[in-house]
């Protein structure tokens, strides 16, 4: 199915936004659940947002919902993640996934490709 290739992100103040990208091939964009994870030193990555193809059903964890915004861009085959009102405590890196099904899941474990990271930094 290709992989996925990301792109955006960077380094913000807090209240500030960034947008990241993750581009896919188009089997995987019709076909999959595409979502945005994140992960900081130490721990698990942690789902923060999803959506599905056909429908594009959303899903976002507690702590993004009403500031980070996902969305597919059909043109281009690519899932956008657009964060909003940035804290310090979004800093981690970033990573687009792939499930391999059309059903979103929260696990990490239910995404067989991964996109290579990317680095959010958000400054106080």
């Known amino acids: 199915q290709g992989p996925l290739v990301q792109s955006g992100g960077g380094s913000v103040q807090a209240g500030g936004s960034l947008g990241l990208d993750c581009a896919a091939s188009?089997?995987?964009?019709?076909?999959?659940?595409m979502a945005w994870f994140r992960q900081t030193p130490g721990n698990e990555r942690e789902v923060v947002a999803s959506?599905?193809?056909?429908?594009?059903?959303?899903y976002y964890s507690d702590s993004v919902k009403g500031r980070f915004t996902i969305s597919r861009d059909s043109a281009n085959y690519a899932v956008h993640l657009q964060m909003n009102n940035l804290s310090p405590e979004d800093t981690a890196m970033y990573f687009c996934?792939?499930?391999?099904?059309?059903?979103?899941?929260?696990?990490?474990?239910?995404?067989?490709?991964w996109g290579q990271g990317t680095q959010v930094t958000v400054s106080s």
């Open positions: 959506i599905s193809p056909g429908s594009g059903s959303t």
């Open positions: 996934a792939a499930r391999g099904r059309a059903d979103c899941s929260v696990s990490l474990h239910a995404y067989r490709d």
């Open positions: 188009r089997y995987t964009f019709m076909s999959f659940c």
